[in-house]
């Protein structure tokens, strides 16, 4: 699959199996992440990879969240150290945030690709993730990304969300020239 085509046809997948996921195809995703570009090469992103179930489970124990993030063999756990950023920039520089979701786009497109489904999630408390994992205090959570091997005859699944028209979210020369 090249890039183009691995973009075109990326979704949110959101329910999986629970076939294992290898140690290799771990840290091709986390190599993938590793390589997005960031504010001055600061690479401020931390990752966390979970498989243990006891973990994950623990992520939504009170059923109060959303249920695809228990019942995923994996999550993994992007976190930011926004301190790496102010040590080139100043403290009010949110490079970090940027840096971060471009890494984690660089993990779902490597994750399609490696024929994984993943859906990048934001309804989640930050409070249990950070006690669970033991995550230090000055790291931000950006996001948490469920994923997974899924059945490709999930209807449900295979859904395509739909896009806006191009014109009326891309330009030529003037925010008033729609694209066409
Ligand atoms: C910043 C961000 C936060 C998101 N949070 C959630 C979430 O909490 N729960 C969820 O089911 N999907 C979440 N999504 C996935 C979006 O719903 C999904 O990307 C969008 O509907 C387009 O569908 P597609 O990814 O299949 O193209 C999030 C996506 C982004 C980029």
């Not at 990326?10 to 996921?21: P, Q, V, W």
């Not at 949110?94 to 993990?107: F, G, K, P, R, Y």
């Amino acid at each position: 699959m090249d890039a183009l085509e691995a973009l075109m046809t990326r979704r949110s997948i959101r329910r999986f199996t629970d076939r294992e996921i290898s140690h290799d195809v771990l840290e091709k995703i986390l190599r993938a992440g590793a390589q997005a570009p960031s504010g001055g090469n600061r690479q401020p992103w931390r990752f966390i990879m979970v498989t243990d179930s006891e973990k994950i489970k623990q992520f939504d124990q009170d059923g109060k969240w959303q249920s695809f993030v228990s019942s995923a063999p994996a999550v993994l756990v992007a976190c930011a150290n926004p301190h790496d950023t102010w040590e080139k920039y100043d403290e009010n520089d949110q490079c970090w945030v940027l840096d971060t979701s471009a890494a984690i786009e660089n993990m779902l497109i490597a994750m399609h690709a490696l024929d994984l489904g993943a859906v990048w999630t934001l309804s989640f408390s930050k409070n249990v993730v950070r006690k669970v994992c033991n995550i230090p205090k000055h790291w931000q959570i950006v996001s948490i990304v469920p994923f997974g091997y899924y059945d490709m005859d999930d209807k449900g699944n295979k859904r395509m969300r739909p896009r806006r028209p191009l014109g009326e979210v891309a330009f030529l020369d003037d925010a008033k020239t729609p694209f066409s």
